[in-house]
């Protein structure tokens, strides 16, 4: 059974940072592509940012792009977000996510997800 399990979400005063960072479990990301989704209130799923299997390339949407940076420990077997300069605009349930391909369109691999509310 695969399982991914966010952690770190909370309330966070607008312009500050939060550490996001997802536990993986029965499978291994070493050959995986990893990121992360979002979605915020009355809105749809949104990408937010992907590594790929190699660890050589990532990608963020337009909008977290110079704020956000997704890495991952692959001896842990864990996802990481680092989100600074938050806006209120940010605040989603953000969900980590893996695949064998690319986690931009539909990862096959989801977390439950944790609340990020950004206050202001």
């Known amino acids: 059974q695969v399982q991914l399990v966010e952690l770190g979400g909370g309330l966070v005063q607008a312009g500050g940072s939060l550490n996001l960072s997802c536990d993986v479990s029965?499978?291994?990301?070493?050959?995986?592509?990893t990121g992360w989704h979002r979605r915020a209130p009355g809105k749809e799923r949104e990408f937010v940012a992907a590594?790929?299997?190699?660890?050589?390339?990532?990608y963020y949407a337009d909008s977290v792009r110079t704020r956000f940076a997704t890495s991952r420990d692959k001896a842990k077997n864990m996802i990481f977000l680092q989100m600074h300069s938050l806006k209120p605009e940010d605040t989603a349930v953000y969900y980590c996510?893996?695949?064998?391909?690319?986690?931009?369109?539909?990862?096959?691999?989801w977390g439950k997800g944790t609340l990020v509310a950004v206050s202001s």
């Open positions: 029965g499978i291994n990301i070493s050959t995986l592509a």
């Open positions: 996510a893996a695949d064998s391909a690319s986690v931009i369109q539909l990862p096959d691999y």
């Open positions: 590594l790929s299997w190699t660890g050589g390339s990532t």
